[in-house]
């Protein structure tokens, strides 16, 4: 269905994008926001489409599956990974719009490595964010990423090979039991990636999983009343992290600019964007969390406090 979609893109082109272009005159878009949208759609059906075709080559290079799991295998996984999202990022910027405003203060909490990044989830758009950074800096990441996404071919052929992990979204156990597998082939380039917050951020659901908490939770109901921009943090995930690679600095990261848009509908028609997105980030030394499990929760509700002061600010 990619290699057709990708086929029926290319050369459909110039049908497709004429009609785009009358689409926005007629609506008086002048920055032509359906142009800019379906190019960059057009050119992630071409990503897929080169990861489809070359994710045979590196299975035949890893003895025929035998050895996906080894490093070599992996980094030639995470090279064909880096430059699909590389090149996304570059149309992104120069179709969309999107372009990062990264605080100087966060740059320098970003690293060394390895560390374990906790993210901020708003938009469709923001869940490239961490690893477009830490990216840029010559680091590898790890992702927790939900299994939905694999039937994209790209997360399936390519992705999955790159040391993170699928996580199901309604079976607790054996997601934890995936993250705990982690910790191997973790080094000073590494970065591993998790959204505590577990699904994007609606106002909607803010105000459901607080009454939830005041349920089930008092204490920390109380604690996270206040939260008005993120959702309230789930700590599972971040602990089994924590766990798993205990000598891992934590940077929480931080962004503004995407609330806005509540779909990516929404963020299209908004194309390109006339602000660049703010982000911030600061560490935590592993010495400085609790190894205690409920101060580990308080402390990772402080964190998920302070995001959405940030965002308040901003």
């Not at 992996?74 to 120069?94: D, F, K, N, P, T």
């Not at 993170?164 to 309604?170: A, E, K, L, N, T």
Request: some cysteine; hydrophobic content about 45%.
């Amino acid at each position: 269905m990619m290699l057709a979609a990708t086929a029926v893109g290319v050369v459909g082109s110039p049908i497709i994008i004429t009609a785009a272009f009358a689409s926005d005159a007629v609506k008086g878009r002048r920055r032509f926001p359906t142009v800019r949208v379906a190019l960059f759609a057009i050119q992630y059906t071409i990503n897929d489409s080169i990861e489809i075709l070359l994710a045979p080559v590196l299975w035949l290079r890893a003895g025929f599956g035998a050895r996906l799991g080894q490093p070599s295998s992996i980094r030639r996984h995470e090279r064909l990974q880096a430059w699909s999202i590389g090149v996304l990022a570059r149309r992104a910027e120069r179709l969309l719009g999107v372009r990062l405003d990264l605080e100087q203060c966060a740059a320098n909490a970003l690293t060394p490595g390895p560390v374990i990044v906790l993210s901020r989830h708003v938009n469709i758009v923001d869940a490239s964010l961490p690893t477009l950074i830490y990216q840029r800096l010559g680091y590898r990441t790890r992702g927790v990423i939900m299994a939905e996404l694999l039937a994209d071919p790209g997360f399936d052929l390519i992705y999955r090979h790159t040391g993170s992990v699928f996580i199901p979204r309604g079976d607790a156990p054996e997601a934890l039991a995936l993250m705990r597998q982690l910790h191997d082939g973790i080094d000073a380039s590494t970065a591993v990636v998790i959204f505590p917050e577990g699904r994007l951020f609606r106002p909607e659901l803010l105000t459901r999983f607080l009454a939830r908490l005041d349920a089930t939770n008092p204490e920390r109901g109380r604690r996270l009343a206040g939260l008005r921009h993120v959702l309230p943090p789930r700590p599972g995930g971040v602990l089994a992290l924590l766990d798993t690679i205990p000598h891992a600095d934590v940077v929480t990261i931080a962004h503004s600019g995407l609330d806005r848009y509540e779909s990516f509908s929404a963020f299209a028609r908004a194309a390109p964007l006339a602000d660049p997105i703010k982000v911030t980030a600061w560490r935590t030394r592993a010495a400085d969390i609790p190894t205690d499990p409920s101060d580990r929760i308080v402390w990772l509700d402080e964190q998920w406090l302070r995001v959405d002061q940030w965002v308040h600010d901003q």
